[in-house]
């Protein structure tokens, strides 16, 4: 019995010793697979945060280009709409008139530049490179752009922004190179142009409605408005005293070379004229230099920023004075020029490669009432030299322009008679309203 019960209580014993390591041993076991496993959760949640990181960032890329798909499509939309519109109204020879509506009071209401920074802010976002091409090309379809026009192969242009301000490929421009030729400084659609004639020198907005030229480009400014500015007449002998004032140099370097001569001179009559181009979003977005000229000061206008189509035309009072611009001002060979670069909805980045640190549409709150920022351009009475078809700004949209600038009207006459051997030169547009122009064409041509 002894035996038996020593025997089956070693045999508990060991039973126990066995269970005991096997418990120990299968412990040990779930302890390092507990270990493993702790670890293994750590590195997924490792990678579950860099993937969350990842898809966060597809999911931004994702969602703006959405969000410049719905812009394509409803611009297009209205662009289609617009389009419509216009020829109903061409076919039937009717010329648009001025007519506010609700719509115009209601945008005065709207935060403009607000959407205009946050459409700059998705137009800047990069795409992959496998969307690029078809995003774009999208938007050529909407608006008729010719890509192959386009500098560079288009996965190379990383954002919308950068699509916008594409340089053209060698050659896709020809400047006319007549030195009596005022060329077109964009690709556009010609508004209205004409000649400045009044005292008032009132440009025509649209049939009904008209601003000045001083209300667009600064009561600083120095075009020629009056009289004796617009129209040339004989120079008596004389001697002009310099002046310290800015307006006097500014006068006496578009004045004629005074010699002392007993006999009248003849100068040719000059006329203030004028020219407003459209830049549709489609279109070309960079400005050139119209004729060689030097500009002499820049105004910067911190503006509203209203949609500059043909329904804002006429239906926004004041539209090209109200919008936020940049009014370049210089001389030619024929006399006063100025260039204004007019801001629009989702269009408030006007930049300019003659000054590359000025910003517009800036985060500030705006005084409408506020005056224009000047810089005027070193040397003084020099400035910036430019030649015909050289680059001056870019639009990160379309947009308009507009020029206003002296030309030769009549030949010139002495007091009260015909100047016998004077110049006949007559500044005369070879435009119509409607045309489509590009960069390098001939907005008009005097002889000599």
């Known amino acids: 019995m002894e035996i038996v019960a020593g025997g089956w209580s070693w045999k508990r014993r060991r039973n126990s010793r066995l269970v005991t390591f096997f418990t120990s041993s299968k412990n040990g076991r779930a302890d390092t697979s ?8 750590s590195q997924q949640q490792g990678q579950g945060h860099k993937t969350t990181g990842e898809n966060s960032h597809t999911l931004w890329v994702s969602g703006a280009t959405m969000a410049t798909l719905v812009m394509l499509g409803l611009l297009h939309a209205r662009r289609l709409y617009d389009d419509n519109q216009l020829e109903v109204v061409r076919d039937k020879g009717i010329e648009i008139e001025f007519s506010p509506d609700a719509k115009a009071s209601l945008l005065r209401l709207l935060p403009l530049r607000s959407i205009s920074r946050i459409w700059g802010f998705i137009t800047n976002v990069e795409y992959p490179i496998w969307l690029r091409p078809y995003i774009y090309k999208a938007w050529a379809r909407a608006f008729h752009s010719d890509l192959e026009e386009a500098a560079l192969p288009l996965d190379h242009y990383a954002s919308l922004r950068d699509f916008f301000v594409r340089t053209l490929k060698e050659g896709s421009r020809q400047i006319d190179p007549d030195p009596h030729c005022l060329v077109s400084p964009v690709d556009g659609t010609i508004l209205k142009f004409g000649e400045l004639k009044d005292s008032g020198a009132m440009i025509e907005q649209v049939k009904g409605f008209s601003y000045s030229a001083l209300s667009l480009l600064g009561t600083s400014s120095f075009v020629p408005v009056g009289e004796e500015d617009i129209v040339g007449d004989c120079i008596e002998e004389n001697n002009i005293a310099e002046e310290t004032s800015k307006k006097s140099w500014w006068r006496i370097s578009f004045a004629s ?36 000229c030097s500009i002499l000061l820049r105004r910067h206008f911190s503006g509203r920023l209203f949609p500059v189509n043909e329904r804002a035309t006429r239906t926004i009072r004041n539209l090209y004075v109200e919008n936020e611009r940049v009014v370049l001002e210089g001389r030619w060979a024929e006399g006063f020029f100025a260039l204004a670069a007019i801001g629009a909805t989702n269009i408030g980045s006007i930049e300019l490669l ?31 030299m430019l030649k015909k078809g050289d680059e001056i700004a ?31 030169s007559v500044f005369n547009f070879c435009v119509q309203r409607g045309d489509k122009i590009r960069l390098g064409e001939a907005l008009g041509r005097w002889s000599v």
């Not at 507990?34 to 959760?41: D, E, G, K, R, V």
């Not at 640190?357 to 400035?383: A, M």
């Open 354 to 384: 003659i000054e590359p640190e000025l910003r517009t549409n800036k985060l500030k709150k705006i005084l409408h009432t506020e005056p224009p920022k000047e810089r005027e351009y070193e040397p003084q009475g020099v400035g910036v």
């Open 257 to 292: 070379p005074q010699v002392r001569d007993p006999t009248p001179v003849c100068r040719r009559m000059k006329g203030i004229f004028y020219c407003v181009i459209y830049l549709k979003p489609g279109d070309y977005h960079r400005v050139h230099s119209p004729v060689d």
């Open 394 to 424: 870019a639009f990160n949209m379309g947009s308009t322009v507009v020029l206003i600038f002296q030309a030769p009207i009549s030949k010139s006459k002495t007091k009260g008679q015909e100047c016998d051997g004077c110049d006949s």
């Open 34 to 41: 507990s270990s493993s496993s702790s670890s293994s959760s």
